[in-house]
């Protein structure tokens, strides 16, 4: 692998736009042409980044999805038109900002509805909204006893075009998960009455397990965020569109320092590593300041030269070690890979996670913006 373009940090996250766009046409072609794609570009579009994902698949997919009004409103500021369903809960002092940035809005609860219906009313504007019905995941939403209540109350607002109902699935990684099953029943009886009482609604349960594993789950649109960037919630689909589905997401480096070290001396805070023999170390700039963990101090991998090695000693804040042996060869702005392929050689996110005994999307986040993305 070589780097894309001159470095402004040493560090980089490479991004391969054409395996994207490969997993979001697979993911289209699996759930038939009927189906939206909802593209979730939350948390940094997953670690990827906001704005340079954005652009890229918005050709490619029919909605893009965030947490929050800074997200969507920064997706508006850099010329993004497609519309962009927040996910999170608003304030009433956000509104203005959800509306002025045309961005549609859910809504949880009738308290909500009303701050809205108060604020439109006042402006005479129009709000578009998503209904989050709680189908089993007890986090946010209104119950399924009391979803079609709030329906009716919001259809009968005409400053609130009910743009879409959708719910979360709550285990579709585990595929043996009769939960699943209860939840798209649930939603399957809602949909069809908000169905019955506006046709055009578009009614979304699928995350990326149930975009995987339960095509009864599909409705009229999917939201596949892990999957979309390559990574399976649970075991790998091996067929046809499925099993084209790969990684975008590649961290490289390059080798900043090089020393021997004797014998006998303990390598970073703690001395948590010490050398057997006169060694040659080096020295990465990268550390948990950039969100590569602490957690995989003695235990991460990197790739130098064709070899694979272990990280050694305790990882800091912005630089880390790795001894590569008495004959082991390296030398000033090598490149290191830290997760990726370099010849027959990979390091993989899920085996960074286990290691972390945490979940691929929990290290992806981490990364932050200190780590320029490069998309080729």
Do not use: W
């Not at 009004?69 to 608003?90: M, Q, T």
């Not at 939201?223 to 099993?243: E, M, Q, V």
């Not at 004797?262 to 590593?273: F, V």
């Not at 691929?360 to 986040?365: A, D, F, S, T």
């Amino acid at each position: 692998m070589i780097f894309k373009r001159l470095f402004v940090h040493p560090t980089q996250i490479l991004i391969n736009s054409q395996q994207l766009i490969g997993n979001l046409n697979a993911i289209k072609q699996h759930v038939g042409a009927k189906v939206k794609l909802c593209l979730p570009v939350k948390a940094n579009a997953y670690g990827h980044g906001l704005s340079g994902i954005s652009k890229l698949v918005e050709l490619y997919v029919d909605y893009l999805a965030v947490s929050c009004l800074d997200e969507g409103s920064l997706l508006r500021n850099i010329g993004i038109k497609k519309p962009i369903l927040v996910f999170g809960a608003f304030d009433e002092e956000q509104i203005a900002g959800l509306i002025n940035h045309d961005l549609e809005v859910t809504i949880s609860s009738q308290y909500k509805a009303q701050l809205l219906i108060k604020f439109c009313e006042m402006h005479r504007v129009i709000c578009k909204v998503h209904i989050k019905i709680d189908s089993g995941m007890n986090r946010v939403g209104v119950r399924s006893s009391s979803a079609a209540a709030l329906i009716y109350y919001v259809l009968a607002h005409p400053c609130l075009d009910l743009c879409g109902v959708y719910s979360h699935l709550a285990a579709s990684d585990e595929v043996d998960n009769q939960l699943t099953l209860v939840q798209i029943e649930q939603f399957r009886v809602l949909a069809q009455y908000v169905k019955e009482q506006k046709p055009d609604v578009i009614c979304h349960l699928a995350n990326s397990g149930g975009v995987a594993y339960f095509a009864e789950s599909h409705f009229d649109m999917v939201r596949p965020g892990l999957l979309s960037y390559g990574y399976f919630p649970a075991h790998p689909i091996n067929t046809l569109p499925l099993s084209s589905i790969q990684p975008c997401f590649s961290l490289i480096t390059r080798v900043s320092y090089f020393k021997v070290v004797y014998a006998n001396s303990g390598i970073s805070y703690n001395h948590r590593y010490k050398t057997t023999c006169d060694t040659r170390v080096v020295t990465l700039p990268i550390g948990y300041g950039d969100g590569y963990r602490r957690g995989l101090s003695n235990l991460g991998e990197v790739i130098i030269r064709g070899h694979k090695y272990i990280i050694s000693g305790t990882i800091c804040m912005d630089m880390l070690m790795v001894d590569i042996g008495a004959n082991g060869e390296a030398y000033v702005g090598d490149e290191v890979v830290l997760i990726g392929s370099s010849g027959e050689l990979e390091i993989t996110l899920a085996s960074m996670a286990e290691k972390l005994n945490t979940i691929v999307y929990e290290v992806l986040v981490g990364f932050n913006e200190r780590i320029p993305r490069v998309y080729y």
